[in-house]
């Protein structure tokens, strides 16, 4: 392993398709010359168009593999993906504060499939927001902010005291502005603006972008860096192919 080349680790599941999960989040970190770690959540039968089946992984499996990672190498940053619940996810993201409090963390908050298979109920919000102010970045979409957030978009999109994390929200399904992603800070709201490549829908695109964001956090990047860099990224694999799934390239 190259020492010139961060660590980046992504603790998602596995899309035996590899458009989503760690194998995309694999891909995208070799592209951006991170080494990547990756620990599973969950095994999953799935292609790029039907979700059938998951399978979730141990959490104290996934617990000691976490500890495992972090005893023997310097992680930079952190991308998690699936998981079952918000106490799996708190555990996970506990952890990780507690093995590395300075190790950047992102969550792409993967709450259904696109065939509405709900993996992830949120009954405590007070609990949620807990767990996200321990956590660097959350990307969700417009339909996923709305779960993490409710009334998120009819106030205008400017909850600031509900926000205990920084927000990436995805313009995928911005029906006012596609394309245009919204990046909610501490401070500040800035509008992340499409280019003009002509972009199709891709499985895991979320993943892409996430883990994309997470590579560029380990390259020392701010945040606002790293998602404007990470969107040149997922622009480039979204205009890749006309199929779901793209081909990854810098």
Request: charged letters at 20%; aromatic letters at 10%.
């Given at each position: ?70 005893l023997n190498y ?50 405590d919000y007070s ?26 978009i009819s106030k ?95």
């Amino acid at each position: 392993m190259s020492a010139n080349r961060p660590f980046v680790l992504t603790i998602a599941g596995l899309d035996p398709s590899g458009g989503a999960g760690i194998l995309a989040d694999i891909k995208t970190f070799e592209q951006h010359k991170v080494t990547g770690f990756a620990i599973t959540t969950a095994n999953t039968i799935q292609t790029e168009n039907t979700f059938y089946e998951i399978q979730w992984t141990d959490l104290s499996f996934v617990i000691r593999s976490i500890e495992t990672l972090f005893l023997n190498y310097k992680i930079s940053a952190v991308k998690i993906g699936i998981v079952s619940s918000l106490y799996d996810l708190n555990r996970i993201v506990s952890t990780l504060k507690m093995l590395s409090p300075s190790t950047k963390i992102v969550w792409d908050p993967v709450l259904r499939s696109t065939t509405n298979f709900e993996f992830m109920t949120i009954k405590d919000y007070s609990d949620l927001h807990k767990i996200l102010s321990k956590i660097d970045l959350i990307t969700p979409n417009y339909n996923e902010i709305e779960i993490l957030f409710p009334g998120f978009i009819s106030k205008n999109l400017r909850p600031q005291n509900e926000i205990t994390t920084n927000i990436l929200l995805k313009g995928g399904h911005n029906e006012s502005a596609i394309g245009t992603d919204l990046l909610f800070l501490k401070n500040e709201v800035l509008d992340l603006l499409p280019t003009n490549k002509k972009c199709f829908e891709k499985h895991g695109s979320g993943c892409v972008l996430s883990s994309a964001i997470a590579s560029n956090l380990a390259l020392n990047q701010n945040i606002t860096e790293a998602c404007k860099n990470a969107k040149i990224y997922i622009e480039n694999y979204l205009s890749s192919s006309s199929t779901l799934i793209g081909y990854h390239y810098v």
